[in-house]
């Protein structure tokens, strides 16, 4: 089970920090992502960290402005957003997915297991 909050209202140029706790899942055997979906558009690919925490991949929309981290003993996940835009509004989901490696994963249909999702909504 993944429980994600953390969204909210910001003006562009604005951060929030989007958290997810994961449970049921052996915290340390899952690749985590995080994901996107505008009104109007399809899903797509946020950011992604593997088991070790080591591996971390970023789409080119949101690299340099996007940070992915996770505390093991927290069973946590964040993504901390800095300089938004308002192209960044959308529901934002977590997701785990089972990984023998230390795989890093962009594709949703990779992951097992997804949060309910968390609004963010940036202003102009």
């Known amino acids: 089970q993944l429980q994600a909050s953390g969204g909210g209202l910001v003006q562009a140029g604005g951060s929030l920090r989007l958290s997810c706790v994961v449970s049921?899942?052996?915290?340390?055997?899952?690749?985590l992502g995080w994901f996107r979906q505008a009104p109007g558009k399809e899903r797509e690919f946020v950011a992604t960290i593997a088991r070790s925490g080591r591996r971390i991949y970023y789409a080119d929309s949101v690299k340099g402005r996007f940070s992915i981290s996770k505390d093991k003993a927290k069973n946590t996940v964040w993504l901390t957003m800095n300089g938004l835009k308002p192209e960044d509004t959308a529901v934002y989901y977590c997701?785990?997915?089972?990984?023998?490696?230390?795989?890093?994963?962009?594709?949703?249909?990779?992951?097992?297991?997804w949060g309910q999702g968390t609004l963010v909504t940036v202003s102009s």
């Open positions: 049921g899942r052996a915290f340390s055997d899952v690749v």
């Open positions: 997701a785990a997915g089972d990984s023998r490696w230390d795989a890093i994963k962009v594709r949703g249909d990779d992951y097992d297991f």
